[in-house]
């Protein structure tokens, strides 16, 4: 995996880049859509390339794992020949997962040891073997195994987690550096910053992070509970000491703005399930603002969904129809919506690079921040 | 609406012909997917026109009459301007509905007075403002409001059912025949013959529905719970007295063999809920047989879905991709086997109007009826 940045810009932190990988070259800032199972919910693959744009995926360790499972995923020569997407793919390491989903985990130096939250099934996660899980996906971009710890942990919590996932760290790079790509193409990994809400934390952790030289790192642990400002000063904070030449993938982020106020900080790349899972509650994120497409106001609105879209629903459906089908409950309201906020973010991202390039980010930026945020 | 009979087969009784609307033309034998609430569930219009190649689709009066209600409609133009589909539309009269779903229903000469199976809420139908109701979603074919008797009612109940069917059939064509389409095009009107598993009673009602000179005809009351044979008996002593220059429509029928066993017997248009909701619970018709996807057998099956299938899912996504996305509930699952199913059904008609063309369709059908049916 190679990076390029090609431009950075005068105003803010702001940069746009290029990810060369494997499978494809991704332009950045990126978002990438969420598929954590292997798909990503209500889209085709067919709509990820064709009216969503998706340049990279994401797929989650934790859930391939459990289901289909390794056996398969190997049979199938992983996940891109599996699923038959052909573009790159990222996987969460499963970290989150553990512990966030599956019951009776238990921590201890050597791992993790959970029950599967479909089953109550007995596993143990290592972070040696979910790198070798992650050889078996064939993801373009593997992350660290990591400890998450919740946004309210205290200090004393958060350090002592922090500095396992250290430890951790260098056993996972050590498996990834001692093993080979199952399929023939090259695998990279990612070391993961924590450190919570504490600024000394985080330096020493992004400080550990940049240390290993790899071709990309990552900021976890945020957007998980804490104020939107700690965020922001946290990757504010880390970004000063992770390379420039590097990368930077912000996990798990976040809103229209949380992209925007990132990227300005140097963020690359980011995924979030809330364009898809807050599209199938009825919230559409448009680039007037957002819609609550159940509300009656629009029921007999019938203008487009977003006159702006880019994605072939934006037209295709109006608001009303759409409205419709989510009060009959019918599973094309989830379909649309998910393509409509997929296509939305990934034209927003788009946007950037190409202000960044033209050097008027911060000014666009600036009205950008209001109006995606703008309760329409 | 003019329907032009282009072939008849010489070993059977089907046929092959061409429907006229003023939303294009139908060739006929057809299969209409259902799109109960104004969409076919987990089917976007895009792929219903460029992936399946439907000709014609299915509304359903009682459904849409609640939801969005007949007030958005008519603001919208109608359900083709609501929906964004440019093709003709069925709407079946809510008859069936008004019976299966609502709660408290009473039925009397006037009509039948009914609570929504949505919210309780008290409404009544008749058989002039369910043509009313149909005058504002703009279909291009509607149905009669009629009353579909239970698979096991007995003889004196279906005889009277079938009678009040026949009154309500005179007041529904007074209110057709006294009222203007509401949008400038055509809409066109057809009765139901009714009469149940009872000889006599089809010959009946089918020498009344043919005295009215429509411009097509339908077939009610079957497939709700006899037995195939009797299904088939009925529909040849209808189809010997229904006009051969009126297109045929037999009800919500059916499985694939049902479909060209009834081809056979000289219907031409055919509706069934059977390739989606099936489909959704993983069952795929294919040509070579019936897959329950759900099997464990499949779990490492990489091939295609069907290698004869003429949608993109089917060389899109394998077989064992498919398995993992019913097993793991995710919703390009039922979004896939619809798409497929829909495929099929329409393949299957297309097919079946080539081989009548070509003079071969009895051969065809002896092999094909069962092929469809052997479970893979």
Same mark, same amino acid.
């Given at each position: 995996m190679t990076f390029q940045l090609l431009h950075t810009d005068s105003g803010s932190k702001a940069r746009h880049g290029l990810i060369t990988t494997a499978h494809g070259q991704i332009p950045t800032p990126i978002f990438m859509p969420v598929g954590t199972l292997g798909s990503v919910k209500g889209v085709h693959f067919k709509e990820l390339r064709e009216d969503i744009n998706a340049k990279i995926i994401l797929g989650n360790t934790y859930h391939l794992y459990l289901r289909p499972g390794t056996e398969i995923l190997h049979k199938a020569g992983g996940l891109h020949q599996f699923n038959g997407w052909d573009r790159p793919i990222l996987t969460d390491s499963g970290g989150y997962q553990v512990f966030s989903l599956s019951e009776n985990r238990k921590l201890s130096e050597e791992g993790a040891m959970f029950r599967s939250h479909i089953d109550g099934s007995k596993h143990f996660f290592t972070p040696e073997n979910v790198v070798d899980i992650q050889r078996v996906i064939g993801s373009? &971009?593997?992350?660290?195994?990591?400890?998450?710890?919740?946004?309210?942990?205290?200090?004393?919590?958060?350090?002592?987690?922090?500095?396992?996932?250290? #430890?951790? /760290?260098? #056993?996972? /790079?050590?498996?990834?550096?001692?093993?080979?790509?199952?399929?023939?193409?090259?695998?990279?990994?990612?070391? &993961?910053?924590?450190?919570?809400?504490? #600024?000394? @934390? #985080? &330096?020493?952790? *992004?400080?550990?992070?940049? *240390?290993?030289?790899?071709?990309?790192?990552?900021?976890?642990? /945020?957007?998980?509970?804490?104020?939107?400002?700690?965020?922001?000063?946290?990757?504010?904070?880390?970004?000063?000491?992770?390379?420039?030449?590097?990368?930077?993938? @912000?996990?798990?982020?976040?809103?229209?703005?949380? @992209? /925007?106020?990132? &990227?300005? @900080?140097?963020?690359?790349?980011?995924?979030?399930?809330?364009?898809?899972?807050?599209?199938?509650?009825?919230?559409?994120?448009?680039?007037?603002?957002?819609?609550?497409?159940?509300?009656?106001?629009?029921?007999?609105?019938?203008?487009?969904?977003?006159p702006n879209g880019k994605s072939y629903v934006d037209t295709a459906y109006s608001k009303a129809y759409l409205r419709h089908l989510f009060i009959a409950g019918e599973m094309l309201a989830s379909q649309i919506a998910s393509i409509h906020n997929l296509a939305f973010y990934l034209w927003l991202v788009e946007e950037a690079r190409n202000h960044i390039a033209a050097g008027t980010f911060a000014a666009w930026k600036a009205i950008m921040v209001k109006k995606v945020a703008t309760r329409l």
């Open positions: 373009d &971009i593997m992350m660290a195994f990591d400890e998450c710890a919740p946004g309210d942990a205290d200090y004393q919590y958060t350090k002592k987690s922090m500095e396992r996932t250290h #430890r951790w /760290l260098k #056993r996972g /790079l050590e498996r990834f550096d001692s093993t080979e790509a199952h399929y023939g193409y090259e695998q990279t990994f990612f070391p &993961i910053v924590q450190g919570g809400g504490y #600024r000394d @934390l #985080r &330096i020493q952790s *992004a400080e550990t992070i940049a *240390a290993q030289g790899r071709q990309g790192n990552a900021i976890g642990g /945020l957007a998980v509970g804490e104020p939107t400002e700690v965020m922001y000063e946290m990757v504010e904070v880390v970004n000063n000491i992770l390379p420039t030449d590097k990368p930077r993938y @912000l996990m798990g982020v976040g809103t229209p703005a949380n @992209l /925007l106020e990132n &990227i300005a @900080l140097g963020v690359d790349m980011f995924d979030c399930v809330m364009p898809t899972r807050n599209g199938r509650n009825g919230m559409m994120f448009t680039s007037e603002g957002i819609i609550n497409i159940r509300n009656e106001k629009w029921k007999d609105d019938f203008s487009p969904i977003d």
